[in-house]
């Protein structure tokens, strides 16, 4: 157990201090990577030129190429702010959502097909994946970003219609999770697994599933904190994207209208 409070994803978060500055126009992160390469006993490569870094950039937070009228406004712009009005721009496109917004929904496992045996379509799953990327675009909060996909259903009191299925759709977090098998409502043990090993890993950065049949070895998990977290799961009412055996689709989320 002392091991196991040292893991990464439990440590307080602290500010390092920061290694003296090499660079005249350098920041704190590149005082720390010119450290370690020091330590290495490397130099740094020359700086970039403009439409190298352009390129650099817009691939960066974009996932696109930057178009050739904006490669040429950077080079005819000789401020010392052209950079950084370049990164806001980008910041502002909404290709940042959906580039930045993707890395997230790998993580959460996102698709759309429920995964079991005829991996059946889930037609409401987009709602999530935009909900993901609209947040990314509106810079939401990290905090107001994990408890929204959590419990967001729970938390539409005093807003209105459009903001309570804003919530609800945050929600698409559980709701997407794997269904398995050849009839899912036989199988339900292991989509609320998914939901709690999902949840863990993205979250906390711990491996949760283990405790499903012991106190785990190494993460600071129990098989009392597994099935805590299982109890709320088998108490919520997930909607059902339909199986072979029974393909009609069931316990979907009624949003408002308008």
Same mark, same amino acid.
């Given at each position: 157990r002392a091991e196991a409070s040292?893991?990464?994803?439990?440590?307080?978060?602290?500010? $390092?201090?920061?290694?003296?500055?090499?660079? $005249?126009?350098?920041?704190?992160?590149?005082?720390?990577l010119d450290a370690r390469i020091a330590s290495a006993g490397l130099t740094p490569a020359p700086g970039a030129d403009r439409?190298?870094?352009?390129?650099?950039?817009?691939?960066?937070?974009?996932?696109?190429?930057?178009?050739?009228?904006?490669?040429?406004?950077?080079?005819?712009?000789g401020s010392p702010a052209a950079f950084e009005k370049l990164v806001d721009r980008l910041l502002a496109s909404p290709r940042y959502g959906e580039r930045w917004g993707r890395r997230w929904l790998d993580l959460v496992?996102?698709?759309?097909?429920?995964?079991e045996n005829s991996d059946r379509p889930l037609p409401?799953?987009?709602?999530?994946?935009?909900?993901?990327?609209?947040a990314?675009?509106?810079?939401?909060?990290?905090?107001?970003?994990?408890?929204?996909?959590?419990?967001?259903?729970?938390?539409t009191d005093g807003r209105t219609p459009d903001e309570a299925d804003d919530r609800i759709v945050a929600t698409g977090f559980l709701a997407i999770a794997r269904r398995f098998g050849h009839d899912i409502d036989k199988d339900v043990h292991l989509t609320r697994e998914d939901v709690i090993d999902?949840?863990?890993?993205?979250?906390?950065?711990?491996?949760?599933?283990?405790?499903?049949?012991?106190d785990h070895k190494f993460d600071p998990?129990?098989?009392?904190?597994?099935?805590?977290?299982?109890?709320?799961l088998a108490g919520t009412r997930l909607p059902f994207p339909g199986c072979e055996p029974t393909p009609a689709p069931r316990d979907l989320v009624l949003l408002a209208t308008g």
């Open positions: 040292q893991l990464w994803s439990l440590r307080p978060v602290v500010r $390092p201090v920061v290694p003296a500055m090499t660079r $005249p126009s350098g920041n704190a992160i590149d005082a720390f439409r190298t870094l352009i390129r650099r950039l817009t691939f960066d937070l974009t996932g696109l190429p930057p178009t050739f009228e904006a490669v040429a406004e950077l080079e005819s712009d496992r996102y698709a759309d097909t429920a995964g409401h799953a987009w709602k999530y994946r935009n909900w993901v990327i609209d990314f675009n509106a810079d939401l909060p990290y905090d107001a970003f994990v408890r929204l996909q959590i419990a967001g259903d729970l938390m999902t949840t863990g890993k993205t979250f906390l950065g711990l491996t949760i599933a283990c405790a499903r049949c012991h998990i129990t098989a009392e904190d597994y099935y805590a977290l299982y109890g709320i």
